[in-house]
Structure formats: structure tokens, C-alpha cells
């Protein structure tokens, strides 16, 4: 566990290191779902290949600890939740948190943002508007309607999106692919019959094991390529 501070308080970002002990540092951004089984899987994960891996509390100001089930129930009390939620401070926060990441003696001065749903769009607003060294967003659904964001981004930045996600127009999507073929060090892939947090293998109502495993393995060969742990 690591505390971050920012301006109105501080919170704690539970930490991952791999075996050796060292690494490159992730922001591992969550899900409306808060800090979860899958999310814990999915930093563990990383974590195993090499990465020094921190996950930032973006609720604590407004719901401390939370964590839904991963069904229409928890789906429904997790939108309420994220719709209190002050985008602007989730991404300072974010951002504390990746600046607190390279300063543990744990890292080696690098670090990078990693965001699934919610945090797919506060990783990609993080890349805009800070420094991490890579970035990598699934399905964040703000980022289509924010596209002028992504002249400000510098690092290298992968997209996931399901070409059937319900919940973010596929027009939107289209034009990122558009602006992501432009921009130097971007790449974006849509996975065509696959819909919103395919790779959540917690929630049934989502996951989708084939879309899933493709998008892993290419972000795997893509953080192989440009940020090696």
C-alpha cells in the first residue's frame, strides 16, 4: 500500500510488485465496480510480467471502499456512484498517484496509465493532460467525445473498443480510428461482435473470452514494444 496525496486530502493506492522486487510503474485505473476481484486479477497479472503496478481509490471522496457485484443490481448502483463523480479531480488524482509511483524506490523513475471502462477515459484524459511514459484505454466511453485531447497526448497510447458496445456510438469510435491514424504513436483496434468491458472475465453480463484474449495479447505485444518491463 502507498498513500497519495493531492490538494483536498490523501488516499491509499494498494500496490503490486512482481517477483523481482521492481519496475516499471502502471496506474491501474478502475471500472465503476471500484477496486474488485477482476480489477485484483488484472493487476496481478500485470504485475507478473514486470510492472510495479498502484490502483487509485477514484471514489474515495464520495463513496470510501466501494466495490459492486457484477450484475444489474451492482451495475445499477455503480452508475449512481460514477454520476457523482468529478472527472477533473479523478484525473488529478490519477495523476498524483503516477507521480507517487515513480518516486517509490519499488520503480525505476518510469510509469505509465492503464484504464478499463471509467478508466479508460480517465487514462486517456491522464495521457492529455499529464506525463505518463505509455498509456493503454479499453472501452473508455468520454474518449470518442473528447477527441481533441489527443493532439495533446505525447506518449505512446493503445485503444481497445468492441465494435458493438452499446454504450458508446460507434460513429465516435470511427472518428478516434480516424484521428488515431494521424497521430504519431497511437494505434487503436476494435474488436467487431464484441460489446462494452469484454474483458471483464467477473462479469458474465459483459465478458466475452475471444475478444478478450485478442485484445490481451496485443496490448502485451504493444507494452513489450514500447514501455519493457
Same mark, same amino acid.
Given at each position: 500500500?502507498? $498513500?497519495?496525496?493531492?490538494?483536498?486530502?490523501?488516499?491509499?493506492?494498494?500496490?503490486?510488485?512482481?517477483?523481482?522486487?521492481?519496475?516499471?510503474?502502471? =496506474?491501474?485505473?478502475?471500472?465503476?465496480?471500484?477496486?474488485?476481484? +477482476?480489477? $485484483?486479477?488484472? &493487476?496481478?497479472?500485470?504485475?507478473?510480467?514486470? #510492472? =510495479?503496478? &498502484?490502483?487509485?481509490?477514484?471514489?474515495?471522496?464520495?463513496?470510501?471502499?466501494?466495490?459492486?457485484?457484477?450484475?444489474?443490481? !451492482?451495475?445499477?448502483?455503480?452508475?449512481?456512484?460514477?454520476?457523482?463523480?468529478?472527472?477533473?479531480? /479523478? @484525473?488529478?488524482?490519477?495523476?498524483?498517484?503516477?507521480?507517487?509511483?515513480?518516486?517509490?524506490?519499488?520503480?525505476? !523513475?518510469?510509469?505509465?496509465?492503464?484504464?478499463?471502462?471509467?478508466?479508460?477515459?480517465? /487514462? +486517456?484524459?491522464?495521457? /492529455?493532460?499529464?506525463?505518463?511514459?505509455?498509456?493503454?484505454? #479499453? #472501452?473508455?466511453?468520454?474518449?470518442?467525445?473528447?477527441?481533441?485531447?489527443?493532439? $495533446?497526448?505525447?506518449?505512446?497510447?493503445?485503444?481497445?473498443?468492441?465494435?458493438?458496445?452499446? #454504450?458508446?456510438?460507434?460513429?465516435? @469510435?470511427?472518428?478516434?480510428?480516424? &484521428? @488515431?491514424?494521424?497521430?504519431?504513436?497511437?494505434?487503436?483496434?476494435?474488436?467487431?461482435?464484441?460489446?462494452?468491458?469484454?474483458?471483464?472475465?467477473? /462479469?458474465?453480463?459483459?465478458?466475452?473470452?475471444?475478444?478478450?484474449? &485478442?485484445?490481451?495479447?496485443?496490448?502485451?505485444?504493444?507494452?513489450?514494444?514500447?514501455?519493457?518491463?
Amino acid at each position: 500500500m502507498t $498513500k497519495v496525496t493531492v490538494a483536498d486530502g490523501s488516499f491509499d493506492a494498494p500496490l503490486w510488485l512482481p517477483e523481482s522486487g521492481s519496475g516499471p510503474g502502471l =496506474v491501474l485505473i478502475q471500472e465503476i465496480f471500484g477496486l474488485d476481484d +477482476y480489477l $485484483k486479477s488484472v &493487476a496481478a497479472d500485470l504485475a507478473a510480467l514486470g #510492472y =510495479v503496478v &498502484a490502483v487509485p481509490e477514484l471514489f474515495w471522496r464520495i463513496s470510501p471502499g466501494w466495490s459492486a457485484t457484477h450484475d444489474e443490481a !451492482g451495475l445499477s448502483a455503480s452508475m449512481a456512484v460514477a454520476g457523482r463523480l468529478d472527472p477533473a479531480r /479523478a @484525473v488529478t488524482d490519477v495523476l498524483a498517484t503516477l507521480a507517487t509511483l515513480r518516486d517509490l524506490p519499488e520503480t525505476d !523513475g518510469r510509469a505509465g496509465v492503464f484504464g478499463f471502462c471509467l478508466g479508460g477515459s480517465m /487514462a +486517456y484524459a491522464a495521457a /492529455a493532460e499529464g506525463d505518463p511514459d505509455v498509456a493503454v484505454s #479499453y #472501452y473508455g466511453s468520454r474518449v470518442p467525445e473528447q477527441l481533441p485531447l489527443l493532439d $495533446k497526448i505525447t506518449c505512446p497510447i493503445q485503444f481497445q473498443f468492441g465494435g458493438e458496445d452499446p #454504450y458508446i456510438p460507434v460513429e465516435g @469510435v470511427r472518428r478516434l480510428a480516424d &484521428a @488515431v491514424a494521424a497521430h504519431d504513436g497511437a494505434e487503436i483496434h476494435i474488436h467487431e461482435g464484441a460489446g462494452h468491458a469484454f474483458h471483464n472475465h467477473v /462479469a458474465p453480463m459483459f465478458h466475452q473470452p475471444e475478444p478478450a484474449a &485478442a485484445a490481451w495479447a496485443l496490448t502485451l505485444e504493444f507494452l513489450g514494444r514500447v514501455f519493457p518491463a
